[in-house]
């Protein structure tokens, strides 16, 4: 396995949650793309995993083109994460509450969108559920949440995970991985609210560096080659080559992650 192929395919791997619900949307050939069907919200949710417990407060206008996600974590006491995501109409930034510091990543966001824009849909809570199926997840049925009625989506890659989406937004998330859990759940669901713009900009007294794209984003012809060998490989050759890396990936792993790259790679133009 060449060294672009192994970066490529744990990237498309962890790539694969941007896609669904966090690719921040911009007008596309003359049209404004959708990332929920709901122009404003505002979600706030409680956090519990190994690493600690926390809160995540999620809001959006503009039917998601604008977006913010604070998440803060705590363990023993002490906070170990406050951390700041937001969009704005491409613009796109992470940031570090704790040191202060934080990161322009609107062209890693932009490629994403050429991605999804290549997947030939506007519709990208439909995109996020193609993107689940090529994860080997299903959707198994409804539930009520909070008074909202959910789809009930089940993805078993590496561990179990059990969605629960509203309106393309996931109200819970519970992963089960070796017997460890980690739950993501909604407490609360507002609706048609508004915000000010300076709720989607990095605050005052942070320092922004422009992130560069991790080395195999960048797509060279030469890389733009490889991802089509990729594209076209069978899964035998498949299983032959991610064996050679992992000799211990199980079969059904290997299926899921054959079907990841194959859903993925024809979204590289």
């Keep these: 396995m060449t060294t672009f192929q192994k970066t490529t395919l744990k990237q498309l791997t962890l790539l694969l949650g941007l896609f669904v619900f966090m690719v921040p949307a911009t007008a596309q050939q003359g049209t404004q793309i959708k990332r929920y069907p709901i122009e404003s919200a505002k979600v706030t949710y409680q956090v519990h995993s190994p690493e600690g417990t926390g809160t995540t407060v999620l809001f959006f206008d503009q039917y998601g083109r604008r977006e913010s996600k604070h998440e803060t974590l705590q363990k023993n006491g002490k906070t170990i994460k406050d951390r700041l995501t937001l969009l704005n109409n491409g613009k796109a930034y992470s940031i570090d509450l704790l040191t202060n510091q934080g990161q322009d990543v609107s062209q890693a966001t932009g490629m994403a969108m050429q991605m999804v824009a290549g997947a030939g849909g506007n519709d990208l809570s439909k995109t996020g559920k193609q993107m689940l199926e090529a994860m080997g997840g299903r959707k198994t049925g409804s539930q009520q949440f909070l008074g909202k009625n959910c789809e009930k989506w089940e993805v078993n890659m590496m561990g179990r995970t059990t969605i629960l989406i509203w309106q393309g937004i996931p109200l819970k998330t519970e992963t089960s991985v070796m017997g460890i859990k980690s739950v993501e759940q909604a407490t609360n669901v507002q609706t048609g609210l508004t ?49 050679q890396d992992d000799p211990n990936m199980k079969e059904e792993d290997i299926k899921q992650a054959y079907q990841v790259m194959k859903q993925m790679s024809k979204m590289i133009k």
């Design 195 to 243: 915000f000010a713009d300076a709720n989607f900009e990095p605050p005052a007294g942070v320092n922004i560096e422009k992130q560069q794209l991790p080395v195999g984003m960048e797509m060279s012809d030469e890389d733009r080659q490889e991802m089509e060998k990729l594209k076209n490989m069978s899964y035998a050759d498949f299983r032959k080559m991610v064996l």
